[in-house]
């Protein structure tokens, strides 16, 4: 016991030469869980890159892009603006935004062969999982997709497969191979949301509050499905591999898939008045609330409390957008999500413990008239800026394969018994 004691005090002593104070804490709580557990259970708070794309104030609940805050850039930019931001590290010109667009259409369509596939494939699928299945099919046409150490060239790709991701959902949905062949877009994020609602995609203002939850989206740093990407890249896979893995890791519900489980949830608690009842429940079961609490944020989600304070009131109290989705049943989640709230910051905000952006996302997206089998694809729509960024980062950073250890805690090397068959 002196010894670990001694081991303990000997790290503090060389902690204390590092002056950002907030690194030193993370370093002494990495070093104590390793000597408390001797392992790091889910990577939590292990750095394994370093990385330029994006950055999370957990503490304070800031999220940046490039150095730019992302609420900022949802409401003043564009779906172009912020995609050309985390390709490229800076804010296009207005000739580069209007490039970038016209290489998104021009790119748009996808190969019949891929087109047929999609229409072929089970309506029971997850659109999650047609996604997925859709990004892995695109790399048949692409003959050099397997070449990855060629900057321009993955950026290139990148580019394209962001411009394709609208178009797998498009013909899926329609059963139609020729999807939006031949139509024209005045803005990505219209074509997007063409891909959902053909009917809302022609009036500016939801293409507008559509764009902003997109980029809102956009990149969360080392979360799990980037994590995927990168990790699943760093063996010199193909930009669809390793996107069609980050697709994977987004549909579960502890990540993307939340956004569906929270409308789940709102539908099954009967109004507000049911609300304390039903917290109470969860929390005496320890059972999780859909859409509350953050691995990182330890204050509220910035992209949720600008969902909540800019786009749902204009929804629900209809000041701007005439919300024809919002029906009477929606409403009333809207006021059971309201209440919901209310519960969660006073039972688990002094735990540090808030909502998220998924737990007002599916609000805006069932709004719009979107089904909320589809919710977690539109989360995809806006990530896929940052998953693109992250894998051409580490194309370019390193070469190093993912490759952590574990702590084996199974049977020690046994004998075999080999004889003759015992009789029964």
């Known amino acids: 016991m ?5 081991t303990i005090k000997d790290i503090y002593d060389r902690l204390q030469g590092i002056e950002d104070e907030e690194l030193q804490e993370k370093y002494i709580t990495i070093i104590l869980t390793l000597l408390e557990k001797g392992y790091f259970p889910g990577l939590a708070g292990i750095p394994v890159v370093k990385s330029r ?17 992302a609420t900022e850039l949802a409401q003043h930019y564009s779906y172009e603006d912020v995609c050309f931001l985390l390709l490229h590290e800076d804010l296009p010109l207005p000739e580069e935004r209007e490039k970038l667009c016209k290489r998104f259409m021009d790119n748009k369509e996808i190969d019949p062969s891929v087109a047929r596939t999609l229409v072929a494939m089970d309506d029971n699928l997850h659109p999650m999982n047609v996604l997925s299945a859709g990004v892995l099919n695109l790399q048949g046409p692409d003959k050099t997709a397997r070449e990855v150490l060629d900057y321009n060239q993955n950026m290139k790709r990148s580019i394209r497969l962001i411009a394709k991701f609208p178009s797998i959902i498009g013909v899926f949905r329609s059963n139609d191979p020729d999807y939006a062949s031949g139509r024209d877009f005045d803005t990505f994020a219209e074509y997007i949301l063409y891909s959902f609602n053909p009917e ?12 902003e939850l997109l980029i809102l989206h956009a990149d969360h740093t080392l979360n799990n499905s980037t994590f995927s990407a990168r990790a699943v890249g760093s063996a010199q896979a193909s930009l669809y591999s390793s996107i069609s893995s980050a697709i994977n890791s987004l549909s579960g519900p502890l990540h993307g898939g939340a956004n569906e489980r929270v409308i789940e949830m709102l539908a099954d608690i009967d109004s507000p008045a049911d609300v304390e009842k039903y917290v109470d429940h969860k929390l005496e079961r320890k059972e999780k609330i859909m859409g509350v ?9 910035p992209r949720a409390i600008y969902i909540k304070e800019n786009m749902l009131p204009v929804l629900f109290n209809g000041k701007e957008v005439k919300a024809s989705g919002v029906t009477e049943e929606l409403q009333e989640q809207y006021e059971i999500a309201q209440k919901l709230e209310e519960v969660v910051l006073d039972r688990l905000g002094p735990k540090r413990i808030y909502p998220n952006v998924d737990f007002w996302s599916g609000l805006v997206l069932r709004a719009m008239g979107i089904e909320p089998s589809f919710f977690t694809t539109i989360f995809a729509l806006g990530r896929i800026m940052g998953w693109c960024a992250h ?27 080999v004889g003759p068959e015992s009789e029964n």
């Open 2 to 6: 002196s010894d670990k004691k001694e």
């Open 53 to 69: 794309v994006s950055k999370v104030d957990g503490e304070n609940g800031v999220l940046t892009y490039r150095g730019y805050k």
């Open 200 to 211: 809302l995609s022609e009036k500016k203002e939801w293409v507008d509050m559509f764009e």
């Open 293 to 301: 609490g953050h691995r990182v944020y330890k204050t509220y989600d």
């Open 391 to 417: 894998w051409v980062e580490h194309m370019e950073v390193t070469n190093k394969i993912y490759r952590p250890t574990q702590l084996y805690d199974g049977f020690e090397e046994r004998e075999l018994l």
